[in-house]
């Protein structure tokens, strides 16, 4: 079977199975407001707590690329976001300046798919000036640089190391000197010391926010303790452990027991590269975990067995030494790429997800990019192949081969970091797994008083008599509470001479909530005022601002962000 028909095959296979992933998503059923905080917002603490817990008076969804603390010198310091059931959990890290007031921003998703999002403070030791607020999910430019970047050089370093030092151990012709094979092994490990090295280095910056420069001890020490600093440190021992077994092997005069045993500490090193990926953490973890090492494996002999023979080997060689060596390079060239497109095949079944995803997801579209360029370097190499069996070597020398070599090296070079930026994109199932904000237009916020806590939602909002507003009324502690008596009042502040509107709302017999309508007669900020009278002798008031467009928005548009509150 040749290496076209293997590839054809493969991609039958991966639309067969990507069919049946067409499963639509579990609508939430509930309605979400805060009751507690822990700390409380504005409280003033000793020393910085080790956790932020949120608990709400519904069951919600964490939503954790919106969701992040801020210490009082700005760095980002959440760690991870979990909820369970009405709680949402913020692990943070040690703050390199832990004094000073500290920004807790989060948003959820409710039981209805509305977003929730808000903001609370507290301050250690005494309270600073408040962090500026910014995307959660920001990385500086020089750390998103930086990431791929080491990646790439890792994944180069294997190939450097793996390839050449399999045709030393196995295929290397007897009279050829093996001192240039030998340093680039070396050279290879060395590589991937200095890229493992550079992931550790730039994973704190990467989860902060901060630019590549600016690492503290603290910081470095936490990634370090943590399990991604943990498993590259055990890749680094692993890899010195290669390197001290490696010479005798190198030199074609090692015993079987050391040769199996860098066999076994190698595949052990691979298995570091998926333990700090999306591997481990995607559906059918094992599966993907394995298929991560494999692909790794037979993309450095495939690529570093091609570099050797670029290199060292197919120049200057007497033609009998190359129909030696080229004959079983041939074999272990198409079971390497065998491997390379089965384990490819498992990888993009479990982590695209659909179809869909293929093409509108950047994980996808990396995923067609690689099969393509793959798909050009499989014809390249089965020409190659053609070349090997039908004479060995071209009657007039190696010359062809030698260019269908390059021509193979540098489109998997490409593919190489087509690689080392797809490790670091979000996969495409990922994109179903973390809810997506719902599109409408209007406005959502929630209110609070010592008497009552006030959930509104206005839609649309722009400018007309025909804006609806409904709101729900809830106890402090998150119950749903009903209220005698809702008025609400529009006041326009952009301008003087506009008289405020005041307008009752109507209470849903037997509900907490109660609708209205809101005229917005001009473009610009309006202060709403809701007045609830909860009993014959209990009442208060929430203010908070609106702002509307000066056009009309479609139907369909984005969610606005919620306005400030009093």
């Known amino acids: 079977m040749t290496a076209t028909r293997v590839l054809g095959g493969a991609a039958r296979v991966l639309l067969l ?85 500290y920004l807790v921003s989060y948003r959820i998703i409710s039981g209805d798919s509305h977003p929730v999002g808000n903001a609370l403070v507290f301050s250690v030791g005494a309270p600073s000036a408040r962090p500026a607020e910014t995307d959660p999910g920001r990385v500086d430019g020089s750390v998103t640089a930086a990431v791929p970047a080491f990646k790439f050089l890792g994944y180069a370093g294997l190939t450097l190391a793996v390839g050449p030092a399999m045709f030393l151990a196995l295929l290397w012709p007897r009279r050829r000197s093996r001192r240039g094979a030998i340093r680039l092994v070396y050279a290879g490990l060395g590589l991937t010391a200095l890229s493992t090295l550079g992931a550790l280095w730039t994973q704190a910056p990467y989860e902060s926010g901060a630019p590549i420069w600016d690492v503290s001890f603290t910081e470095l020490g936490q990634v370090l303790a943590g399990s991604f600093g943990l498993t590259l440190l055990t890749r680094l021992a692993l890899l010195a452990v290669v390197a001290g077994l490696l010479t005798p092997v190198l030199r074609g005069g090692a015993t079987r027991v050391r040769g199996a045993a860098v066999i076994v500490v190698g595949l052990l090193a691979l298995t570091t590269w998926p333990l700090t990926g999306h591997a481990v953490v995607s559906p059918l973890s094992g599966a993907i975990v394995a298929a991560d090492i494999v692909h790794i494996a ?182 749903p509470i009903q209220a005698a008596e809702w008025t609400v009042t529009t006041r326009y502040t952009g301008a003087t001479g506009i008289e405020a509107v005041k307008q009752p709302m109507l209470p849903l017999p037997g509900r907490n909530d109660a609708l209205g309508s809101l005229t917005f007669p001009l473009p610009g900020t309006y202060e709403l005022t809701f007045t609830i009278r909860t009993t014959e002798i209990d009442q208060a008031t929430v203010r908070t601002t609106v702002n509307v467009p000066a056009t009309r928005t479609r139907p369909g548009g984005e969610i606005r962000p919620s306005p400030g509150n009093d």
């Open 17 to 101: 199975v990507l069919g049946v992933l067409l499963l639509p998503a579990s609508p939430a059923s509930a309605h979400s407001s805060l009751v507690s905080s822990s700390p409380e917002g504005g409280a003033v603490l000793k020393s910085q707590p080790a956790e932020i817990v949120l608990t709400f008076n519904e069951p919600i969804t964490a939503l954790p690329s919106r969701t992040q603390v801020l210490a009082p010198d700005g760095k980002r310091i959440s760690e991870s976001v979990t909820s369970d059931g009405r709680v949402l959990r913020i692990t943070l890290r040690p703050a390199d300046r832990p004094l000073g007031t």
């Open 298 to 479: 037979a993309m450095a002999v495939w690529l570093g067995g091609l570099v050797t023979l670029a290199v060292f080997l197919l120049r200057r060689r007497h033609q009998r030494v190359l129909g030696v060596i080229l004959p079983v390079w041939s074999r272990w060239a198409t079971l390497a790429v065998v491997w390379l497109a089965g384990a490819g095949l498992v990888q993009a079944v479990v982590q695209v997800g659909t179809p869909a995803a293929l093409w509108q997801t950047g994980y996808g579209r990396l995923i067609i990019a690689k099969a393509a360029i793959l798909a050009g370097v499989l014809a390249v190499a089965a020409y190659a192949r053609s070349l090997v069996r039908k004479s060995h070597v071209p009657a007039a020398g190696p010359g062809r081969l030698i260019r269908t070599v390059g021509i193979e090296l540098g489109a998997t070079t490409a593919i190489l970091a087509l690689s080392a930026v797809l490790v670091g994109t979000t996969p495409g199932n990922a994109r179903d797994s973390e809810p997506r904000e719902p599109v409408g237009d209007g406005v959502s916020q929630t209110l609070t008083s010592p008497l009552y806590t006030l959930q509104y939602n206005i839609y649309p909002v722009e400018i007309g008599e025909y804006n609806t507003v409904h709101g729900s009324t809830y106890t402090p502690e998150g119950k």
